[in-house]
């Protein structure tokens, strides 16, 4: 088994907490409602804490389970991982993430993302394997981030 890991940063005008509270505590009612792909969000094992799966339904019918790993609300650090869904195939045998929230220097927030694809006996990789994973997910935290600069009010 072979790990391959890849970094991402994004950088958003919401502050830190309020894009971790969206994406990681709070998005069985926030992703719904910024992408039209996601149907709902559940959490099918556990309290949503660390140990906790949860469960991603897209409108096409797909879904996929996350397991909590790592949960931390005061340094906004979340680490889970893809146990079930349409990324785990003939060569990925699980996806382990690490989402760290941090301030930017204008008041906004830097989202700093590691994903390890833990693959299968000698399967190998490219970034542009995940590269529709990736880019998907990167829409979404950014059509979050601007949902919450439209509504104040949301994860406040």
Do not use: W
């Not at 609300?73 to 991982?81: A, I």
């Not at 060569?91 to 204008?106: A, T």
């Not at 830097?110 to 880019?135: M, N, R």
Request: with cysteine.
């Amino acid at each position: 088994m072979g790990v391959f890991s890849f970094f991402h940063e994004l950088k958003t005008n919401v502050s830190p907490k309020r894009l971790f509270k969206a994406l990681i505590t709070d998005n069985h009612d926030v992703l719904p409602k910024v992408s039209p792909s996601v149907k709902s969000v559940e959490t099918v094992q556990g309290d949503g804490g660390v140990g906790s799966i949860k469960k991603t339904n897209f409108s096409d019918g797909k879904s996929m389970k996350n397991r909590v790993d790592v949960l931390d609300t005061e340094n906004y650090v979340s680490k889970f991982t893809l146990v079930e869904g349409d990324a785990i195939d003939g060569k990925v045998e699980k996806v382990c993430y690490e989402m760290k929230f941090e301030d930017s220097k204008d008041g906004g927030c830097v989202i700093k993302i590691t994903s390890d694809y833990h693959t299968k006996g000698d399967a190998v990789l490219t970034e542009e394997d995940v590269k529709a994973g990736q880019d998907y997910s990167i829409g979404v935290y950014k059509a979050c981030g601007d949902y919450l600069v439209a509504n104040p009010h949301v994860c406040a």
